[in-house]
Nanobody, 122 residues
């Protein structure tokens, strides 16, 4: 069983919306952070958004602030990333990961899902 599983990716026109889900089978404690990252071909994995499991506090990169919303359903152990007003620059493979505290570096995340592809076209 994979520790984290992302679903919900797909192809969408610029300006459209998608909602990604990240379902956890590993333990989640209040101090844990679940982060969303994306990686475009030939580029490094970059931080998109994160949510602290206990408090629900959210964090966003400047590039998605105001367009993306991260949320959680504790009963389902699922974290969502609602993506609105999608731009071609949002294209990439989206991953969720678990970290012990707030960090925007992928090196701080010890568990990852296998990713879900998002393609935004004009």
């Amino acid at each position: 069983q994979v520790p984290l599983m992302e679903t919900g990716g797909g192809s969408v026109l610029a300006g459209g919306s998608l909602r990604l889900s990240c379902t956890a089978s590993l333990s989640l404690f209040s101090s844990h952070l679940i982060g969303w990252f994306r990686q475009a071909p030939g580029k490094e994995r970059e931080f998109v958004a994160a949510i602290r499991w206990g408090s629900g506090r959210t964090y966003y990169s400047d590039s998605v602030k105001g367009r993306f919303t991260v949320s959680k359903d504790s009963a389902k152990k699922t974290i969502y990333l609602q993506m609105n007003s999608l731009d071609i620059e949002d294209t990439g493979k989206y991953y969720c990961g678990r970290a012990n505290g707030y960090d925007t570096s992928p090196r701080a995340y010890t568990y990852w899902g296998q990713g879900t592809q998002v393609v935004v076209s004009s």
